[in-house]
């Protein structure tokens, strides 16, 4: 190991990188997503759904080595760390197989679009009982047997793929007052923001309605989360519940 004064020299498959002035030789993977909270880095792995924490000091030594990691650096000495995150595939040195590693930004939802919708049982046609049974059906097939990846891709394409139609506020909020009400036939809400959002994205897909869907984490204490919004209004959960995370995925 060099000292603090001597230039960094991290040899690895006959490529050496030199300290404060090298090029960022990593890039995040495609399958990695990050951002920053609290000065704890997250990234989210999209094989498995699993979320992995660095902390700051830690974090900063990255930063020569990935482009545009998004905590500054504090030193120019290799981390061991470096070749623990290439191992497991969440950077790489393919520029085709990478992507920059700045955090998503999205404008945080301002209200809630059930607030001020008509209260009571909705009205609830034979095809809207239906299209909600398969959308459950499928989320729920989907969670149990399909890998995460698998499903943010699906979810992904189809969205990139498919003409939206703008959605009115009132017909969207009625749309989700009849899958509130049915949802209780399936499964509870409590604890299930990815199969409730996961529904109710399918749901929605078959009145061409494609909201975004948001994955965000809280740092102290860790807590990780989903939902789903239209533009600035909130759809799965209110935004009050919402202030203290940080997106990390946006679909």
Not at 234 to 240: G, K, M
């Amino acid at each position: 190991m060099p000292s603090k004064e001597a230039p960094l020299a991290f040899q690895k498959n006959s490529e050496v990188f030199m300290g404060p002035t090298a090029i960022p030789h990593y890039f995040l993977s495609k399958q990695a997503h990050v951002c920053v909270a609290s000065d704890t880095m997250f990234l989210l792995d999209e094989v498995d759904g699993k979320y992995l924490s660095i902390g700051k000091d830690q974090a900063a030594s990255l930063a020569p080595f990935i482009l545009d990691w998004p905590i500054k650096s504090n030193n120019s000495n290799a981390p061991t760390l470096l070749q623990s995150l290439f191992d497991r595939r969440l950077i790489t040195k393919d520029p085709k197989l990478g992507k920059s590693a700045t955090p998503p930004t999205i404008q945080m939802p301002a209200a809630w679009l059930q607030d001020g919708q008509p209260r009571g049982c909705p009205k609830i046609t034979a095809n809207d009982f239906y299209r909600f049974s398969i959308s459950v059906a499928y989320a729920l097939c989907s969670k149990k047997f399909l890998p995460f990846r698998h499903i943010i891709s699906t979810v992904q394409k189809r969205k990139r793929s498919t003409q939206e139609r703008q959605a009115q506020t009132d017909a969207l909020g009625s749309l989700i007052r009849v899958f509130d009400w049915l949802r209780p036939l399936a499964f509870k809400k409590t604890d299930e923001c990815f199969l409730y959002c996961l529904a109710l994205n399918e749901f929605l897909s078959k009145y061409g309605i494609y909201p975004t869907w948001i994955f965000a984490v809280q740092a102290q204490p860790f807590a990780a989360h989903c939902w789903l919004q239209y533009g600035d209004q909130a759809l799965t959960d209110i935004p009050f519940n919402l202030r203290q995370l940080v997106p990390i995925l946006v679909i």
